[in-house]
Every structure is written in structure tokens, then in C-alpha cells.
């Protein structure tokens, strides 16, 4: 099981990278089997193709994360963050709760991000 201090350094690295990095960067940070299911109830994405397909699809947008609480507990944090888009005159901010685990290498092996409709803020 990787350390307390590398699944933090994960979990921050993670949230620096959706807000300002590239794609194969964030990608990276999964074991090569990892799984994506963001949010909870939609298709399960397996593997690097089909999570980069995800997170490609919001690189080029303007945005800025946020972590506000994490709770660890092993090798599985749970953790709640903000991810506020920026079009111009609309900024739209979601809050979701993820749930990661973690390799012995603290490579996610699965990202479960729980947040529904009721969680968009739009301003």
C-alpha cells in the first residue's frame, strides 16, 4: 500500500492537472488498467484510451479546481473538490465527491466521482 503522503501528493498532482495540465499528463497518473466512472451511474471507462477520451474533453477549457476536505483511509481517499468552468460570462462550478484507490506505486486504479445535476452551480 503506497504511503498517506504519496496518495496526498496523487490526489493534489490530480487537481493541479485537471485545472491547468495536459491530458497524457493526468493520464499518467492512472495504472494502465485503472478504471474512470465519473459521475457515479454513467459508463465505466477502462484503461488509458478511454479515460484520456474523457478528460480530452475538457482540456482547452478555462478552469480552476479547488480541494476542500480529503478523508483517507488507506489506500482509499475520499475527498470533496470544486471544479469551476469559465466561459467568459458564465462560470460554472460542480463539487463533487471522489473516491480513488490506489497501487503500491500510488497509481489510481479507480476514480469514482460522485456529483448529480443538483451539484452544478451556474453564475
Do not use: C
Not at 12 to 21: H, T
Amino acid at each position: 500500500m503506497p504511503s498517506p503522503e504519496a496518495i496526498s501528493q496523487t490526489v493534489n498532482r490530480y487537481l493541479d492537472l485537471v485545472a491547468k495540465g495536459a491530458t497524457d499528463d493526468i493520464v499518467a497518473l492512472y495504472a494502465p488498467d485503472a478504471t474512470l466512472e465519473d459521475p457515479i451511474g454513467s459508463d465505466l471507462r477502462r484503461g488509458h484510451d478511454s479515460i484520456r477520451e474523457f478528460y480530452a474533453g475538457f482540456q482547452d477549457l478555462k478552469k480552476d479546481t479547488e480541494l476542500a476536505e480529503i478523508r483517507p483511509a488507506g489506500a482509499e481517499p475520499a475527498f470533496l473538490w470544486h471544479l469551476t468552468l469559465d466561459a467568459g460570462d458564465t462560470r460554472t462550478r460542480i463539487s463533487p465527491i471522489s473516491v480513488m484507490t490506489f497501487d503500491e506505486d500510488a497509481k489510481i486504479t479507480s476514480m469514482r466521482a460522485f456529483w448529480s445535476p443538483s451539484d452544478v452551480k451556474v453564475g
